[in-house]
């Protein structure tokens, strides 16, 4: 079987193992059927996934252009405390920025490697835990807007780590602590403005990744750099496809990258 298409991050579906899907213009694969089988990957150009040009991609799947431009690359999408729709201030796009800043947005606890704090849109849960790797999360607060979740993340991080250690996720070298009891000790550090947003509920999502073997090290596969590789599929965690030689590829880490895709075994 052959694919082609430009890689965008997977698409996945929370079952007893979550379901992970490649989607292309006009077709998809579901990654978990391609486990244990021999693929290969072919890197073939660039394709912005805003503009659709053949450009180098510079982040998040835009070239450098459209990364400076457009209302999606904003810095508010990596610094939510830098939200300004709330107060009626544009960024680069004010009508877009309402629709995606003024949604209820939840600060959760998930653990990956270590136990990390984050911000996600409501919608998002659980998505957002699922590409992070975690195998199990809990929410802290559920607030109306992206600036309040921003402020009580900046608080709370520097009570615990707001990063993923992609490596001990990826190596299963992740700790078992209980979050319910983690997410009372950062109570008492929640700004004002969203202690009134505390949730009661402290019940936790566990999530289970289809994986069959874990490696022990770990290679990061740069298509820019190595055009081909082929190796047997053993698992996917986060939106890594990890191979049997210890070879991980970051899908997400790829977007706007031309690729053909071939099962071979």
Not at 88 to 106: G, M, N, S, T, Y
Not at 127 to 150: C, F, K, M, S
Not at 158 to 182: G, Q
Not at 248 to 254: A, E, I, Q, S, T
Request: hydrophobic content about 35%.
């Amino acid at each position: 079987m052959r694919y082609e298409g430009v890689l965008t991050k997977m698409r996945t579906e929370i079952t007893d193992v979550v379901q992970y899907y490649l989607v292309w213009e006009n077709d998809f694969i579901n990654m978990n059927q391609m486990i244990g089988k021999k693929m290969s990957l072919n890197f073939l150009r660039y394709q912005c996934l805003n503009c659709g040009l053949e450009k180098k991609i510079y982040r998040q799947g835009f070239c450098y252009d459209c990364f400076g431009a457009i209302p999606q690359a904003g810095d508010w999408v990596i610094n939510p405390e830098l939200s300004r729709a709330h107060l009626d201030e544009e960024d680069r796009d004010l009508e877009f920025e309402k629709r995606a800043q003024l949604r209820p947005h939840v600060v959760y606890l998930a653990n990956s490697s270590d136990v990390k704090v984050g911000v996600t849109r409501k919608s998002q849960i659980p998505t957002r835990w699922i590409d992070q790797g975690a195998h199990e999360a809990i929410e802290i607060v559920e607030v109306p807007n992206r600036y309040l979740a921003g402020i009580t993340e900046v608080a709370l991080k520097e009570h615990v780590s707001d990063k993923t250690n992609w490596r001990k996720m990826l190596t299963n070298d992740v700790l078992d602590l209980d979050l319910a009891e983690e997410r009372e000790k950062l109570k008492e550090f929640i700004p004002e403005e969203a202690k009134e947003y505390y949730l009661a509920s402290n019940k936790e999502t566990e999530i289970k990744f289809p994986v069959e073997e874990f490696p022990e090290k770990i290679k990061s596969l740069n298509l820019v750099k190595n055009p081909f590789y082929e190796g047997i599929l053993k698992g996917i965690k986060g939106q890594y496809l990890i191979y049997g030689d210890g070879t991980v590829f970051n899908v997400r880490g790829n977007e706007g990258l031309v690729v053909e895709l071939k099962v071979l075994v």
